[in-house]
């Protein structure tokens, strides 16, 4: 429809035959019927020319205001500082400055100030509370170790509680606080005056410490006790005997005692496997 008004208004206005042209010939009138129909299509055009004009006013003031802020942003922080140091400048000579002292006869005096307060009375200085004596301490009797209890052969579990040495470790085994001495296994001091051997005797114990932390362990003692009370028998961490790797890494020596037969074999053959490869205890010429 509006295109169509344009031609009407283009051939209206074209140059006539004798040469003249006609500008703003007045439209034929429009019929009812097609100015209602035209209506709808004008209303909507100036409403999107509206929203439109509206959405590239309000780009235009939010690119304004971010430009703005920062372009004024920076050279308003000198002007606020500067405002507050005379803020605190202001503040502070406003105070009631001291008054000066005067002099009279090598005695200092202070020089009352124009405007001057009644002395108030300090509060009386409470005395500090009577200490009130100690009852008297009464040292409990010391708790006797349980006594030791044999376990019968099998496999027990248990859990790491502390490390005497590489080879004597506290567990707590059955609800109950046991020390346990790896059979068959001697491992050097931690005070041994040769400095290689303390040194392996602190790795030993780094080793018992490392499996018994890491994996489940299971005690297998062979139903006697030692000297202390000790249980004596063998300890595997995640299926790994504690005795039996510290001989493979040569940090433990064989003695064979309080072991069976197979396992003294195991052992042997541990042993002889670290000297063969020169490790720990065990050095080559």
């Not at 205001?65 to 606020?80: D, E, F, G, I, N």
């Not at 507050?84 to 001291?98: G, I, K, L, Q, Y």
């Not at 100030?113 to 009464?138: D, V």
């Amino acid at each position: 429809m509006i295109k169509r008004l344009l031609k009407q208004f283009k051939a209206s206005n074209a140059p006539q035959d004798d040469g003249t042209e006609v500008w703003l010939d007045p439209l034929p009138p429009i019929e009812p019927s097609r100015r209602r129909a035209l209506r709808l299509p004008i209303w909507v055009l100036v409403a999107g020319l509206t929203l439109w004009a509206g959405a590239i006013v309000a780009g235009a003031v939010w690119v304004g205001s971010r430009v703005y802020s920062r372009v004024t942003a920076p050279a308003a922080r000198p002007v606020a500082t500067a405002l507050v140091a005379v803020r605190e400048s202001a503040m502070h000579t406003s105070a009631p400055s001291a008054t000066p002292a005067r002099t009279i006869a090598g005695i200092t005096q202070p020089q009352p100030s124009a405007t001057t307060e009644p002395p108030t009375a300090e509060p009386p200085t409470p005395e500090p509370p009577a200490a009130e004596p100690e009852p008297p301490t009464t040292e409990s009797p010391a708790e006797e170790p349980a006594p030791a209890v044999e376990l019968p052969a099998g496999s027990y579990p248990a859990r790491l509680t502390g490390i005497d040495s590489a080879v004597r470790i506290e567990l707590e085994v059955e609800g109950a606080a046991r020390t346990l001495q790896l059979a068959g296994i001697v491992v050097p001091a931690r005070d041994d005056p040769d400095e290689r051997r303390a040194a392996l005797a602190a790795q030993a114990e780094a080793l018992t410490t490392l499996l018994g932390q890491g994996s489940p362990l299971l005690v297998d003692p062979t139903g006697e006790l030692g000297t202390e009370g000790e249980l004596v028998g063998r300890l595997s961490a995640g299926g790994i005997d504690v005795g039996l790797e510290l001989v493979r890494q040569g940090l433990a020596e064989v003695t064979g005692a309080d072991v069976e037969e197979d396992y003294a074999a195991q052992l042997a053959v541990a042993q002889d496997d670290a000297r063969a490869a020169c490790v720990g205890l065990w050095t080559c010429p």
